[in-house]
């Protein structure tokens, strides 16, 4: 029996049917590649037909991919592009390279976390589905909720990324991404929840953005989301994870308890008390703005009277905060073609030999030249040589 | 001191891998090297597919070799029945087991063809080492450090293409070929090249890691 054979055709056809979404191709395209007729293609994907080892090169080729990457056992194979596809608001093609970029990232990770014994810690919190009535009083409640399982009390959020990773476990990405999208949501049974964020955007920003996911993965995992800054929707979906983002970074007691400490004894809101406040409660100036006029902290319109009135600037806030201010690391880690934490995983594979340097390439979506940059950066073969310190056992 | 050459046989075919083709392009001297080597070279099909899509994202290795190719200095070679089954088995099954397409096809016409792959790394040696024993291997080392190749650049122009795939390709060095780069190099060039192993790089000539 062959290595093909040894396979059963419905795995196989289920796998290049899933690489035919994903690469966008339609069945007639792909059957006139391998010159069959699109009634053999359909069988090939139903496992009604084997396909031979030269129509599967052919197609993996078509597909931008490999025989290795479709067929290699531990391969991750999920179909998170064409369920973007299916969005009633029509994904444009900003949001599906965004779409491509999680998709890549999240199976990378989770075929090298599976081949290094790596499990990853599930802690789904409970789903709420959005009930008839009030969408904010639903997302208030819980966020809220959602604080306290978490433990978080009143206290701000710092590392909303961290928070997520760690404490959900939840794929987070920061990548650089057209600036139109502000981030996207999707859950998989195999991938878990995964969030990517634009790291063009600046990091309140991406906070809010990450906080507005986290309200779909309570409210609507099964449905992924994309977020784009002009979004208009008035969706009670969209108008629920907005509120849940709100009261997840901001929540009413503890903007309250703030904003009396920051302002005591001043008898109106200045530039600098709006500074403070965002920066403790990491959110952009403008949402902190809009969330004492929600809360009926200061008068409704404050912040378009701000905007009237010079706004508030970074420079401004650069005088208040000083040394406060702090570089944004997730930025410059999305410069590298990869994520740290992949490049690790890939380095650790590349040194067990459990991936040859063709196959990381791949998987990573990344040429040779940079996947070496990354293994020699990682000075992963200096690890035995230099007797590095090896873990407890 | 010229090292242990894999290909003293100036008959058999040199099956190119992805990685050779990128670390003589980085040398700036392959045309040269592929007229010195009496050998005939080759590289599958599919090895051109991989350095395409390598195009995307601004490498130009795609280009070089079809250009290496129209001039007669490389030939593209199609697997065949025989070379087609090794292929399958070199690229389905366990991740530990298996190797990408390119490396894959690397193998498997080598195979067919009775002539020698050349392969940089770990992972594809130790499969065929475990399961093609007769196979002959080599790398892209083995090629720069061939008699003729020396004979016809000269030991600066070698030393210097060397350098440069070590630079700009980062060419991965296999432990017995370490101590002839280094000294064909320099010890303070050799330095500063990351993709040799640390103790190499600082000068140690006993290497365990490649």
Known sequence: ?393 | MQPQSSLSDPEALLVADTSTAINLHASGSSREILRAIPNRVVVAEIILVELEAGKRRGCRDADHLKELINDGFVAVITIGDVGAQHFEELVIGPATETLDDGEAATIAVAIEHHGIALIDERKAHRICSTRYPDLRTGCTVDIFAHPEVLWALGEQQLASSVLSALMEARMHVLPHHADWVVKLVGADNAAHCNSLPKAVRQGSTHTTVC
């Open chain 1, 1 to 393: 029996m062959s290595a093909l054979d040894s396979i059963p055709p419905a795995d196989v056809g289920e796998r290049l049917r899933i690489a035919r979404d994903n690469a966008d191709i339609t069945q007639k395209d792909a059957a006139d590649r391998i010159n069959i007729a699109r009634t053999t293609l359909v069988a090939i994907e139903q496992g009604q037909r084997r396909i031979r080892i030269d129509e599967l090169q052919e197609l993996a080729k078509l597909y931008g991919t490999s025989v290795n990457a479709l067929l290699r056992r531990e391969a991750v194979h999920v179909d998170l592009a064409p369920r973007f596809r299916k969005l009633p608001d029509a994904v444009d093609a900003a949001a599906d390279k965004a779409v491509d970029i999680m998709s890549r990232l999240a199976r990378a990770e989770v075929e090298l976390e599976n081949l290094l014994g790596i499990k990853r810690v599930h802690n789904d919190p409970p789903e709420r589905p959005i009930l008839r009535g009030d969408v904010r009083a639903q997302a208030e409640h819980n966020a809220l909720e959602l604080r306290e399982r978490l433990g978080l009390g009143n206290a701000p959020i710092g590392d909303i990324v961290t928070l997520l990773e760690l404490e959900m476990g939840v794929r987070v990405y920061v990548r650089r991404l057209d600036s139109r999208i502000s981030g996207l949501f999707a859950y998989d049974d195999e991938l878990g929840p995964c969030i990517l964020l634009n790291a063009n955007h600046p990091r309140e920003r991406r906070t809010q953005s990450a906080a507005h996911e986290c309200g779909h993965f309570v409210s609507t995992r099964r449905l992924p989301e994309v977020l784009h800054t002009d979004d208009m929707s008035h969706s009670r979906e969209e108008r629920y994870a907005d509120a849940f983002g709100r009261a997840f970074l901001t929540p009413p007691r503890a903007v309250m308890q703030k904003f009396q400490e920051i302002t005591a004894g001043a008898d109106r809101l200045t530039r600098r008390h709006v500074i403070v406040l965002a920066h403790v409660f990491g959110v952009s100036r403008e949402a902190m703005v809009r969330r004492l006029e929600e809360l009926g902290l200061v008068k409704k319109g404050t912040w378009d009277w701000f905007q009237a009135n010079g706004s508030i600037t970074d420079q401004h806030s650069r005088q208040v905060l000083g040394d406060l201010s702090t570089p944004d690391a997730q930025k410059a880690d999305a410069d590298r073609p990869t994520t740290l934490r992949l490049n690790l995983l890939a380095a650790e594979a590349y040194r067990r030999e459990l991936f040859s340097e063709g196959q990381l390439a791949r998987l990573l979506a990344i040429d040779r030249i940079e996947l070496r940059e990354i293994m020699d950066g990682l000075e992963m073969e200096g690890s035995e040589a230099d007797a590095a310190p090896v873990f407890p056992e």
